[in-house]
């Protein structure tokens, strides 16, 4: 079937189009589904009414804000220090035996569903927690749901700030050592700070997958209607709101569903955003410097830095 | 390098790409015929959607009848409604009485009662509470269960999520106009409701009577334990009804499923599944 | 942004040198241990489902239809239903992405048309799944009257592996050096004929990559599948079927507290599969960057 080139030409735009039309759609189908429910409750209490009653006709959605919210800051209070640590250990210390071992192994591993996670937090970390005497409560709350998070939180969090470290120059590390500087010192003074916004990408983007986690938290957290308290307290998110009641909800109920969606994708854009101002500030650096590892690095990192984002447990700021 | 047609890598990536559609185009030859067979075949069975209460059952129904295929979807006792007044379903369950406005048109078919059973860890020293003890309880009013008889310890109340029939009936027959703790637990499947409250010596929760096993005990309510003759007896106070609704005249396939759920057959598994027979119940 | 070097190291004390010396040997070793913690706890939870689940994969268990709503039996229905729901969602992501990543490496130069595609593609990529479920209801399920079926779940996960199909596709093909290019459309072939013929065959294991990277992601989807494809427990036999995906399985089996043999049974053929695929995908990337840096 031979095609004129022109009309080839078309059809790709048209597939390259794909995405965004997509997108499109999907917003405008949440919104149409939410928005007039918003509207009719008003937006100000919709956000900010701390009573989530919808049999009775009342919406409000602050204690999942803040549900998602404490559960973010928990998975990265737990996770971005230690991913961040891996990340260093792998990229600065390891032998490039021990890397080319452990790297596909945190990688790999991190290709768990989210659901075997979410599993394994209620049957082992929902018991523990309850069972501790100094803990106790439920069991299900914030602090498992954290836990669980975090784990899966990781593996992106390690990716990113891998390539961010290993994308600063050997000339700063060498320069330090050669004023005398430990390889700790190397690290934090020089390596680090160089490596920053990459870091903070690959924080936004576990922020972007905390927040949209389903399945894992919807197990382990508690879904209960309230702001949370302490680290014992059950707790509910936008997204588990959404899974728990959809299946039962039907007319303004549903609609309401559908406008947890919209706050939830205005929240996930904004962060996608940032993240891509983040990601800009890497790409730049990884541009300007010349004197990078290796005369190949650079493009063997670009390519390497777009792959990991798609890989596993990847898109990053996707939860299912 | 070789010529651009030539070279090893292009052959063998182009082998395995070859290799790769082969596989896939057989996959989807074994497969898509099914779908040229498409939506007539899946439509001309029997649909039914509703309660995830009743689900099970209805499951269980649709597995031993022999007369045709029918195929069970959840959604909720107020989704069910809804899909049989629309058509999406030929059936609708609800684990609830309908709404006065939800009644027009459809026709209810009795097909078993089932009762909310309020249970609480096995080895929970409690067995009975009154009415209004429970409500307390699950309005935060009572907040330990020695203010109810047992162990100085924190009652973790669970209760299924908004929208479900079984929470309803729990809320119209129990709550009143009281409302749930906002710190109660939530959960949207009986069966994982079950499991919590085994897991947890100071669980308190609520569920068909069908699904309690061993590891929870029911509490008598008001000194009435729930069981088959005082559900069918409409003495114990959380009994409901499980409904087919079906629209109009029901077709034959239809028509056929629900004489045969209604049946000595159908009412002997219904009994096995732990509800209560529709025959035993007051007339 | 130019750091500087610690200043304490320019003055070369010996009690800081010393102190500097302690630090960095407790650093090394936190950060150690932190590493090996993480890669412990991953690889606890792996063996901790195989443990239980795995014994109980049988061929029976693979092949057999569940019983009593999944607390005996087997799985085979759900295994289907994966297979259909990812053929569909692989078979409509694949032309659409591949020919987006075409476009983008070889049509056009960096622009504002290109920069809202990419930023449509990575917005895309991060919207969670729950969302995706959300949309597919209302608009496959609902609004195109396609019902809860495997077309709805597969057009639905479509949507969602496409960011990585373009992705991983536009890498592929700006990896192959220009001269391929060149040198066809210097033999007489037209821009398109050089790029299927000459381009497409040496990225087709960068696509290849995409696409297996895709699977595991739909593979593992359990949220989008709930509220598309819905939850019957037959075997699929055609597009308007409904079925219910491995994971999707797992999750009720848990939820509802039918069975524990046979979750961890599951969960275990899950595991295994999404570690299948994550290493072909793995081994295949990292053959495909032997062979360019070669």
Redesign the interface.
């Known amino acids: 079937m031979r095609l004129p080139e022109r009309v080839i030409e078309r059809m790709l735009l048209a597939a390259a189009l794909s995405s965004v039309a997509g997108l499109t759609l999907i917003a405008l189908y949440i919104a149409r589904e939410g928005l007039p429910v918003v509207f009719d409750a008003g937006v100000g209490t919709f956000l900010a009414s701390g009573t989530w009653a919808p049999t009775r006709g009342e919406y409000g959605l602050l204690p999942m804000i803040a549900g998602s919210a404490v559960l973010t800051v928990g998975a990265l209070a737990l996770g971005l220090p230690l991913g961040l640590g891996c990340a260093i250990t792998l990229a600065e210390l390891a032998p490039p035996r021990v890397r080319a071992i452990l790297k596909p192994t945190i990688e790999l591993l991190a290709g768990i569903p989210s659901v075997v996670y979410g599993f394994i937090g209620m049957e082992v970390l929902v018991p523990v927690i309850r069972d501790t005497p100094w803990l106790g409560g439920p069991g299900y709350s914030v602090l498992a749901a954290s836990i669980v998070l975090a784990v899966m939180v990781l593996p992106t969090v390690i990716g990113i700030s891998i390539d961010a470290i290993e994308a600063v120059p050997r000339t700063y590390r060498e320069g330090a050592r050669a004023l005398g500087a430990t390889q700790w010192q190397t690290i934090t003074g020089v390596v680090l700070p160089a490596a920053r916004s990459g870091i903070v990408a690959a924080a936004i983007l576990g922020m972007g997958r905390a927040v949209g986690e389903t399945m894992a938290v919807i197990m382990v957290a508690g879904n209960a209607v309230q702001l949370p308290g302490s680290l014992l307290d059950p707790v509910r998110t936008l997204t588990t709101n959404i899974a728990l009641e959809m299946g039962y909800a039907s007319g303004a109920h549903a609609q309401a569903l559908f406008a947890t969606g919209i706050v939830l994708f205005v929240i996930i854009m904004a962060l996608n955003a940032l993240a891509g101002l983040a990601r800009g500030q890497v790409r730049e650096r990884l541009r300007v410097t010349p004197d990078s590892r290796s005369g190949a690095a650079p493009k063997r990192k670009r390519r390497e830095r777009v792959v990991p984002d798609a890989r596993g447990p990847m898109p990053p700021l996707a939860g299912a | 390098?070789g010529?651009?047609?030539s070279s090893p890598?292009?052959r063998a990536?182009?082998c395995?790409?070859a290799r790769?559609a082969r596989t896939?185009a057989c996959?989807?030859a074994v497969?898509l015929p099914?779908?040229?067979?498409?939506?007539d075949?899946?439509?001309s069975g029997v649909t039914l959607a509703g309660s995830?209460s009743v689900q099970?059952f209805a499951?269980?129904w649709a597995e031993e009848y022999t007369g045709g295929l029918v195929?069970?979807?959840?959604?909720?006792?107020?989704?069910g409604i809804?899909a049989v007044h629309d058509g999406?379903a030929q059936v609708g369950m609800s684990s609830r009485a309908l709404h006065p406005e939800e009644r027009t048109g459809l026709v209810e078919t009795v097909v078993a009662y089932d009762a909310v059973a309020v249970i609480v860890h096995a080895t929970n020293p409690v067995s009975s509470l009154s009415i209004a003890q429970l409500r307390a309880i699950y309005a935060g009013q009572l907040r330990f269960w020695s203010e109810v008889g047992g162990p100085h310890r924190p009652i973790?109340v669970i209760t299924r999520?908004?929208?479900?029939?079984t929470r309803?009936t729990f809320e119209h027959k129990v709550m009143g106009t009281s409302?749930i703790r906002?710190?109660?637990?939530?959960?949207?499947?009986?069966?994982?409701l079950?499991?919590?409250v085994a897991?947890?010596r100071d669980?308190i929760g609520y569920l068909s009577l069908s699904r309690v096993t061993a590891g929870t005990k029911p509490l008598a309510l008001d000194g009435i334990v729930p069981s088959e003759s005082s559900v069918a007896r409409a003495a114990y106070p959380l009994s409901r009804p499980f409904l087919f609704l079906t629209r109009g005249t029901p077709g034959d396939a239809t028509a056929a499923f629900l004489r045969y759920v209604t049946s000595t057959a159908g009412q002997a598994l219904a009994r096995e599944e732990g509800l209560v027979p529709i025959m035993t119940a007051a007339p | 942004m130019a750091p500087h070097p610690p200043a304490s190291a320019a003055t070369g004390e010996t009690s800081s040198t010393a102190a500097a010396r302690l630090m960095h040997r407790v650093a090394i070793t936190l950060l150690w241990s932190g590493t090996i913690g993480t890669v412990g706890i991953l690889v606890f939870m792996v063996l901790f489902v195989f443990v239980r689940g795995l014994p109980h994969v049988t061929p029976h268990f693979l092949l057999g239809a569940p019983e009593r709503a999944g607390a005996a039996g087997g799985i085979f229905p759900t295994i289907v239903a994966t297979l259909y729901v990812t053929a569909i969602g692989v078979f409509v992501a694949t032309p659409l992405g591949v020919g987006a990543a075409i476009h983008l490496a070889e049509y056009t130069r960096e622009g504002r048309l290109t920069r809202l595609i990419r930023s449509g593609t990575e917005s895309l990529a991060g919207i969670p799944s729950i969302i995706f479920g959300l949309f597919g209801f209302a608009f496959f399920v609902t609004q195109l009257g396609l019902g809860w079926s495997m077309l709805s779940g597969g057009l639905t996960l479509a949507l969602m592996i496409l960011p990585t199909i373009i992705r991983t596709s536009e890498e592929a093909l700006k990896a192959v050096p220009r001269e391929y290019r060149e040198v066809a459309q210097s033999l007489g072939a037209s821009k398109w004929q050089a790029i299927v013929r000459a381009v497409l065959p040496s990225a087709s294991p960068g696509i290849l990559t995409g696409v297996i990277l895709g699977v595991g992601r739909a593979v593992s989807e359990t949220a989008a599948l709930i509220f598309t494809m819905g939850v019957a427990l037959r075997v699929p036999t055609s597009l308007f079927d409904s079925g219910r995906s491995m994971s999707v399985h797992f999750y009720t089996l848990t939820m509802e507290g039918i069975s524990d043999t046979m979750a961890y049974a599951t969960a275990s053929v899950l595991v295994v599969t999404i570690l299948v695929i994550n290493s072909a995908a793995y081994a295949l990337l990292a053959h495909v960057t032997r062979q360019h840096r070669a």
């Open positions: 390098m010529t651009v047609e890598s292009v990536s182009r395995r790409a790769f896939f996959v989807l497969t099914g779908a040229c067979r498409q939506a075949a899946a439509r995830t099970p499951e269980r195929t069970v979807q959840s959604g909720g006792s107020t989704a809804k999406t973790t999520e908004e929208g479900s029939g309803e409302r906002t710190d109660a637990l939530v959960t949207a499947y009986q069966g994982g079950r499991k919590m897991e947890d669980a």
